[in-house]
Nanobody, 115 residues
Framework: VQLQASGGGLVQAGESLRLSCAAS????????ISWHRQAPGKERELVAS?????TTKYEDPMYGRLTISRARSTVYLQMNALKPEDTAVYYC????????????WGQGTQVTVSS
């Protein structure tokens, strides 16, 4: 499985950004693709997930400002009302639905939000 994350960039506070995660080589019939972020000096944290069936789940601290969606083999993360504290490298990953062992990761895309 290969995941290719893209769409990051530099935006101002309050603006929006859409990240993409293009997946290839998935052989599992059921899976969950997630977005995570890691800010400098902080641990990586989960922000949103979507299953192959379209079930979504959102986590703090971006709850209410995100929409995760999918179109065929690409998963999108629409981020609205961005804040400087959202600055981080954003990664996508894939796991099986019954555990949290991520078996593939994208390379990460930098999101920088200026005040």
């Amino acid at each position: 499985v290969q995941l290719q994350a893209s769409g990051g960039g530099l935006v101002q506070a309050g603006e929006s950004l859409r990240l993409s995660c293009a997946a290839s080589g998935i052989t599992e019939s059921v899976y969950v693709i997630s977005w995570h972020r890691q800010a400098p000096g902080k641990e990586r944290e989960l922000v949103a997930s979507i299953s192959n069936g379209g079930t979504t789940k959102y986590e703090d601290p971006m709850y209410g400002r995100l929409t995760i969606s999918r179109a065929r083999s690409t998963v999108y993360l629409q981020m609205n009302a961005l804040k400087p504290e959202d600055t981080a490298v954003y990664y996508c990953s894939i796991r099986r639905p019954w555990n949290f062992e991520y078996y593939a990761w994208g390379q990460g895309t930098q999101v920088t939000v200026s005040s």
